[in-house]
């Protein structure tokens, strides 16, 4: 995760629950956390319901939160989503992507898987390309009326698709 003033990985993590349904989250470098807190720019004494309001020349995570648009399939709100890490509906996907995609190049470096596969993955795949080429054949086969050579191709999918 980045820190939320300068492009540094974050290594001060501070989450703040309001209440049930509201969380606030800071993340900052070491160097931008120390002039947070060198420059008296410490969380305000509460004001309302007893819950601590930051100062207003950090925008904070939360302040940049309030002004992102609600889905209009299920009206959820990206701060809805950070603080439950729950979306909605599939749509809210095309509604957040700005803010999703920042989230992803935040926490992981990167918005595109870049690790591990599974050790069969190319098997896998090369059974189903054989699969997809025989079932093609097979229609080109009975478009053509060649019914001898569907009925080979409708028995090696058989076979395959047996494994």
């Known amino acids: 995760m980045r820190c939320q003033r ?4 974050a290594t001060l993590h501070i989450t703040e629950i309001l209440d049930e349904d509201k969380v606030e989250e800071l993340h900052m470098c ?3 956390a120390q002039r947070f807190l060198a420059d008296g720019q410490k969380v305000k004494k509460p004001k309302s319901k007893g819950h601590p309001e930051p100062d207003s020349d950090f925008p904070t995570e939360a302040g940049a939160r309030e002004k992102s648009p609600s889905c209009p ?3 959820i709100t990206f701060a809805e989503y950070r603080s439950t ?3 909605g509906c599939p749509l809210d996907y095309d509604t957040f992507r700005e803010d999703l995609v920042a989230l992803l190049e935040n926490v992981h470096g990167e918005t595109r898987h870049s690790g591990k ?3 069969n993955l190319d098997r896998h795949r090369r059974h189903h390309d054989e699969l997809s080429r ?10 053509r009326e060649d019914y001898e050579e569907a009925a080979k191709l409708r028995d090696q999918i058989k076979t395959l698709e047996s494994k």
């Open 6 to 9: 300068c492009p540094k990985p």
């Open 30 to 32: 070491e160097d931008c």
């Open 73 to 75: 399939h299920c009206g």
């Open 85 to 87: 890490g729950r979306l």
């Open 117 to 119: 596969v599974p050790v």
């Open 134 to 143: 025989l079932r093609k054949d097979l229609q080109g086969a009975i478009s």
